[in-house]
Structures are given as C-alpha cells and as structure tokens.
C-alpha cells in the first residue's frame, strides 16, 4: 500500500498557467508538507500543515497556495507559472512536529514550465 | 535562518571501502538529526536518526555519531555496496532545514 502519493508524477506546462499537485497519506499522520527541490538537489520547505493548520510557509511566492480539505489531504496549488518554478516537487507527512519526526517522502513530481 | 552545511557534495569510493559524511548546524536547541537517502527518481527516505541525549547510534552497516558541543553529526557506512548509491541527506534545526547533499557513487 502506497503511504504518502503525489498526483500527477510529471507535469508540463507553459508559462502563465496555473496547475494543481494533489497529495494524499494513508499513515494517519496529522502533519504534511511540502517540498521543492531544484536542480542542484538542494532541498526546501515550502509549507507545513498539521490539522488543516498551516504552521510553516517559509519564504514562498504567494502564487503558491496550499490547500488541506483533510488532514490526509495537502494540495499545492500554483498560480501564473514561472519557468523558475521547475522542479520536483515532494510532499511529505509526519506523525508529529518536523523537528522531531521521521518524514515519509511521496514519490515527487516534475514540474516543467516551458 | 538555520544553517546546515554538509560536506563532501560527491564522494566515490570502491565497494567494501567505509564512507563518511559529514554535517555542521548553528541552531543550538536541534534534539534531533536524521539522516535520508534519495535514489534516483525517487523521493528521500529516512535511513538512520539520532537524537541529542546519543552519541552514537548503528543499524548493522550504517552509524551515526553525534557531537552536540561542536554541533556537527556524521553519518558512516560501512563494506559500502553498488546499492548505496545514492543522493544522502542530513537534517536538523527547529525550523528543520535539510543539508544540501552528498552525492554517493560506490563504484564496484
């Protein structure tokens, strides 16, 4: 049984658009995450949520907008994409505060803004 | 913000050689620090974690070592195989930032 999975697995689009990455976990975790890691490797905490609360947004692009209809959901919603937005995107879930608990990784998806 | 530098970002050894690597973080309240492994196409997954109370921690060819007073942990495997290679991850700090990478090539 698949724990934490990402929706699409890759996605290309052009510059302009708004696209949606969907996230579900079956762990029974109260806290999810988003992740964006770029070419380098490098990476970054976008947003973290525990029971449908936001607890982190670190300096992202009010273009991204995060969206949590449950506590086994996190959506990413992106609006008027860049081509800087390329990336994989990874969300992630916890059974507690990310400073203290292992992180289940989904499997990622390639955004590719042409 | 936290700053968790990790060193080196590619390393190749032979197999059945010992593999280290090493990170340094500033926030001085970090209890925690996992180590992730990423292989290619996939997301990270956690391989071994140490918490600020141990200085040392092993799962059979893998072993972490803690010095909280330096504020720096590594991560050492052992008899390395082909299957480890991979993209290796450290993390820690309150806020929780991530290393920014060693590149593994174990070369058979």
């Known amino acids: 049984d698949t724990a934490v999975s990402q929706t699409p697995k890759y996605l290309v689009t052009q510059m302009g658009n708004d696209k949606s990455i969907k996230c579900e976990q079956n762990l029974g975790h109260d806290t999810m995450y988003w992740y964006k890691q770029d070419s380098k490797k490098f990476l970054k905490i976008m947003f973290s949520y525990n029971n449908k609360e936001l607890i ?59 | 913000g936290e700053n968790v530098e990790q060193h080196p970002s590619t390393l190749s050894v032979q197999e059945g050689d010992s593999a280290v690597i090493k990170c340094t973080y500033s926030d001085s309240a970090s209890n925690y620090f996992p180590w992730y492994k990423q292989e290619l196409g996939k997301g990270p997954q956690l391989i071994i974690d140490i918490r600020s109370n141990v200085g040392e921690k092993k799962d059979q060819r893998i072993a972490v070592t803690l010095n909280k007073t330096a504020k720096h942990f590594s991560l050492h495997i052992t008899e390395t195989q082909p299957e480890d290679s991979a993209v290796y991850f450290c993390a820690a700090g309150n806020q929780f930032y991530f290393g920014t990478g060693t590149s593994l090539t174990v070369i058979p």
């Open chain 1, 56 to 114: 982190i947004n670190e300096t992202v692009p009010n273009r991204f907008s995060p969206k949590s209809p449950d506590k086994a959901h996190l959506n990413l919603h992106i609006n008027s994409l860049e081509l800087g937005d390329s990336a994989v995107y990874f969300c992630a879930s916890s059974q507690g505060p990310v400073n203290s608990y292992e992180q289940y990784f989904g499997p990622g998806t390639r955004l590719t803004v042409t």
